[in-house]
């Protein structure tokens, strides 16, 4: 049964968060590596940890929640995805990919609340919300059905950044029936995009951060994973946003309800 969120706010405090932990193990990687990892995570409730492991495998990062671990990732994932590029690459550049190419250690992060802030205060925090937007599209383009709903605060930008305008004509052109929401600054932007377009000045058009994904009947083109996601995300200053993603589809059902009686 779906659980629709009375504000979008209360959506992101609605989620308690457990303790998780980047745990990089037989690193041989260079040590400004490390530092531009922990540089990004030293705001959020998530710790950096390093050990060394018997036998292990160089260069695995394992994401540690509550005990176990939840996921792995070779580090040279996470070096050439998040480490080493910056928001410019995703907004920029258009590149088909499956959701299983993002590193799992990421995406495994869900129901944690992040605030984060773009350039020039940081370089890569914002950039995990940014990955996270990428990965929820591509699942929704890779299943190829059910619908996806996405916030722009403006509509201009999906012509200001190449890479975003091409992944809404591929998914567009696509089974899935995709939801675009913004100003209409410049509504001439979306007239050949074959989505539905939704136009307002309210608050939640302006401020919020949503990219959200409910499934048809299609099974999840990641192995053993959920095809419901969503990324929720809300402006609490100039730049600064605070966010959570989540898989549960109770959730993720009641956000698309929620974005249908308040968009």
């Known amino acids: 049964m779906e659980k629709i969120p009375d504000s979008l706010s209360n959506f992101i405090r609605g989620y308690s968060d457990s303790e998780k932990t980047l745990l990089v193990a037989n690193r041989t ?10 540089d990004a995570f030293n705001n959020q409730s998530v710790t950096i940890a390093e050990k060394q492991i018997t036998e292990g495998t160089d260069d695995v990062v394992c994401l540690i929640e ?43 992060l869900t129901e944690t609340e ?5 350039f020039p205060a940081s370089n890569k925090e914002k950039l995990l919300l940014v990955i996270i937007s ?13 619908e996806l709903h996405s916030t722009f605060q403006r509509l201009s930008r999906l012509d200001d950044e190449h890479g975003t305008r091409k992944m809404y004509e591929w998914l567009g052109d696509s089974g899935t029936e995709t939801h675009v929401y913004g100003v209409r600054d410049d509504p001439e932007v979306v007239t050949d995009l074959d989505v539905v377009v939704h136009g307002g000045d309210t ?58 009686q308040t968009f």
């Open 29 to 38: 990687a260079a040590d400004p590596l490390i530092d531009i990892l922990n």
């Open 66 to 108: 509550d005990g176990h671990v939840v996921a792995t990732s070779p580090f040279e994932q996470l070096q050439n995805s998040f480490l080493l590029v910056n928001v410019d690459r995703y907004r920029t550049a258009a590149h088909a990919r499956t959701p299983g190419q993002f590193p799992d250690v990421l995406t495994g």
């Open 114 to 118: 992040f605030t984060v802030a773009g």
């Open 134 to 146: 990428r990965f929820i599209e591509q699942l929704a383009l890779t299943t190829g059905d059910g």
């Open 203 to 260: 608050e939640p058009y302006r401020r919020s951060w949503v990219v959200a994904f409910s499934p048809g009947d299609s099974p999840s083109p990641v192995e053993g994973a959920s095809t419901h996601a969503a990324l929720v995300a809300i402006e609490v200053g100039p730049n600064v946003w605070q966010g959570v993603w989540t898989y549960d589809s109770t959730h993720v059902e009641g956000l698309v309800s929620y974005i249908d």
